[in-house]
């Protein structure tokens, strides 16, 4: 509200120091230098309303203008500092309060106002009844934190509730159609501004409320005044919002507007665009989460296979055939009996340089042996080395019978047969084989390709089979 005030008379005060009695005169230049502190000194900041006339706007800035009602006028200068705070633009014709003080220009000794501030007029008492509902819901615990609703990540239907034939409806569809063309849209006409367009907002809050047809309502609208977004500043609206039970998302005005609804919506976006952008995860969005949740399975399904594959590798190579096994122990078999071969003819030729030896030394010895004795050591080491040499040969067929009755030949030769899949894996449980499986069947002589038809868990508790029937295989 603007403040009414009256010009204040002049009085110089009488003190010899007083310019005013000085018996000399005083140049221009220094009497308006006086005439400006003592406006400066004697008149505070104020507020002064009127209707601009005469505005300009110069190079660096400044806005030049007069500020004049019925029956006067008074020169205004706001510079650039403070008029770059001034969120709408100032029009010949238009009435509004300035905050200023009084001051005189001293190079042209014209008086003006040096505006501090600049509002459109009404805003004074538009912003008192603003602040007063403000604290009121405040006090309530309508603004808190807590109170308000989560904004549903993945929602199947959205409302929006604005004037349709605003441009605010054509923002908040062309966004949501280009982020989100998968969710449906539900509009709730309703006036925007003007007299009864609160109550048709609240209204249309509570049709919105009753059907529960959306998951996210949009209360929306353009820019515009104080006076043009006033109906978002009305306690009825704000407690159709409160009671909503569907989330709403205010996106009133430009990012600088800020109204009741803002504060009283569980989401404020700083314009109409913004607050359908706010509408959940948008497509892109969910596109981007996709593609990772993807590379990350792919990873992990490399990873797998990748460590299958190495236990697989190292499964296989600690795996040793029968076969390779049957033959490492022919080898050693065979080494063993290299080995008592060498052993016993190193005994015999040892065995031999000995009797050698000995007839030497008994030929030397004596001129005349005895040959009847060395006759009979000589039958005597006979003897003992084919006892020897029998004795070896009998641990050699011992050895060869005990591999013979470990081999898995010999079991075949008894009508056994080994079972194999085509990838040699040996079948030992007939739960493991599916109908239809081919299998290779060794025998003791040859071997055979079969296919499975049955299976049967318990061998020895099958009825005996008929002529044509086979058990199995």
């Known amino acids: 509200m603007a403040e009414n005030f009256s010009l204040w008379t ?28 003592t406006l400066s000194r004697e008149i505070p900041l104020c507020w002064v309303t009127g209707e601009i006339s005469g505005f300009t706007r110069a190079a660096s800035g400044h806005w030049y203008f007069s500020l004049k009602d019925a ?34 220009f001293e190079p042209r000794g014209e008086f003006q106002l040096q505006v501090e501030n600049l509002r459109q007029a009404g805003a004074g008492t538009l912003f008192e009844a603003f602040e007063q509902l403000k604290r009121k819901l405040a006090a309530e615990g309508l603004f808190d934190a807590g109170r308000k609703r989560p904004i549903p990540p993945m929602p199947r239907r959205i409302g929006v509730i604005t004037s349709p034939a605003g441009a605010a409806l054509h923002d ?39 059907r529960r047809e959306c998951d996210i309502l949009l209360l929306c609208r353009g820019g515009g005044s104080m006076e043009d977004l006033w109906s978002f500043n009305d306690e009825q609206v704000a407690r159709a919002i409160v009671a909503s039970p569907v989330p709403v998302i205010s996106g009133i005005g430009h990012e600088t507007d800020f109204t009741i609804a803002d504060f009283v919506a569980d989401l404020r976006a ?14 892109p969005v969910l596109q981007q989460e996709l593609d990772q949740w993807q590379q990350r399975l792919q990873n992990r ?102 591999l013979q009755h470990l081999s898995p030949l010999n079991v075949l030769q008894r009508g056994y047969g080994i079972v194999r899949r085509p990838s040699g894996e040996i079948i030992r449980d007939a739960a493991t084989l599916t109908a239809g499986e081919r299998l290779n069947l060794q025998f003791s002589h040859g071997s055979a390709v079969a296919e499975v038809v049955a299976t049967s868990p318990d061998l020895a508790g099958n009825p005996p089979l008929t002529p044509g029937q086979t058990n199995g295989l």
């Open 172 to 210: 908040v569809l062309t966004t949501l159609q280009r982020l989100m063309p998968h969710v449906g849209v539900i509009v709730y006409p309703c006036q925007v501004q003007g007299a009864g367009s609160a109550s048709q907002i609240a209204e249309a809050l509570a049709l919105a409320a009753a």
């Open 71 to 104: 029956t006067a006028q008074v020169r205004c200068v706001m510079f650039r500092g403070r008029n770059q705070f001034v969120d709408w633009q100032p029009a010949n014709g238009q009435q509004v309060e300035v905050r200023a003080t009084a001051g005189l």
């Open 301 to 402: 399904l490399n990873h797998t296979l990748q460590g299958a594959g190495q236990r697989l590798q190292w499964l296989a190579a600690r795996l040793v055939h029968p076969g390779e096994r049957l033959r490492g122990r022919a080898e050693w078999l065979q080494q063993w009996h290299q080995r008592l071969d060498s052993a016993w003819l190193r005994q015999l030729a040892s065995r031999q340089s000995r009797v050698a030896l000995a007839a030497h030394r008994l030929r030397h010895a004596s001129p005349e042996p005895d040959r009847p004795a060395v006759l009979r050591a000589g039958q005597a080491l006979l003897v003992q080395m084919k006892h020897k040499l029998t004795s070896a040969e009998t641990r050699l067929q011992t050895a060869q019978q005990h």
């Open 270 to 283: 700083p314009t109409p665009t913004a607050a359908a952008s706010l509408c959940g995860r948008t497509r």
């Open 10 to 37: 002049i009085a110089p005060k009488m003190s010899t120091t007083d310019p005013f009695l000085n018996p000399s005169a005083l140049v221009v230049s220094a009497f308006n230098r006086l005439v400006q502190q």
